[in-house]
């Protein structure tokens, strides 16, 4: 069955400091997506990246990087140089191909930056 | 993107009345989805909303508590009817991006009940 996990609850770091949030995703399909989402305390959900998975390059986007190792079944997000604003929950999803475009969402890492 | 928006942005309301929440995309979508975020909680998916067709529900919603509309392909409306206190939640509609696989959301309907 499908599943994500995100075992970090909260994390919290001073600023400028780097910081990777985990997500271990569990699937039986060979094509699936991977996702990425930041929801900051206004509540909106932003999109910050999709992974294919047939796609293992790591990207890059400016302090944002996120690693996709398809060994491990991992997908994680490292923020450099952390900054205030970057305070939010932070959400891992997956989506199989022929499920309609569905989510499976992670629990979501709290991320806190502290001044 | 698509600009997503929603009405109302916050809500109080007691119990036993129902709210109707508005989701309106700046272009046209296929595939238009609702969710639950309960307080500190991920999110649950309620509902796919295509247009022509009747929506789709997930294990444990069903259309009397949760009616959706979609009449065309830029707005839908989601009903949560007879509401308790366990309904307060963050109500967010999402849209799938046109020749992509991702979802792109609105900013929430905050609900209170009390």
């Known amino acids: 069955a499908q599943k994500v996990t995100q075992a970090q609850t909260e994390i919290s770091v001073v600023e400028k400091e780097d910081v990777t949030l985990d997500c271990v995703y569990e699937t039986r399909d060979t094509t699936y997506y991977l996702f990425w989402y930041k929801q900051p305390p206004s509540g909106e959900l932003v999109f910050l990246i999709r992974r294919n998975s047939f796609d293992e390059q790591n990207e890059i986007s400016g302090r944002y990087s996120w690693n996709f190792q398809k060994s491990t079944s991992s997908f994680n997000f490292t923020i450099t140089a952390s900054q205030v604003v970057d305070s939010a929950v932070y959400f891992c999803a997956l989506s199989e191909l022929g499920s309609n475009y569905q989510l499976i969402w992670g629990a979501g890492t709290k991320l806190i930056i502290k001044p | ?114």
């Open chain 2, 1 to 114: 993107s698509a600009v997503i928006s929603q009405k109302p942005s916050r809500d109080i309301c007691q119990r036993g009345t129902s709210l109707t929440i508005q989701c309106q995309v700046d272009s046209q979508v296929t595939m238009m989805f609702w969710y639950r975020q309960q307080p500190g909680q991920s999110l649950t998916l309620i509902a796919t909303a295509n247009q022509g067709s009747e929506a789709t529900y997930e294990s444990g919603f069903v259309i009397d508590k949760f009616p959706i509309s979609r009449p065309n392909l830029t707005f839908s409306t989601l009903t949560v009817s007879n509401m308790s206190p366990e309904d307060s939640s963050i109500y967010l509609c999402s849209v799938k991006g046109q020749g992509v696989y991702e979802q792109y959301f609105g900013p929430g309907t905050r609900l209170t009940v009390t």
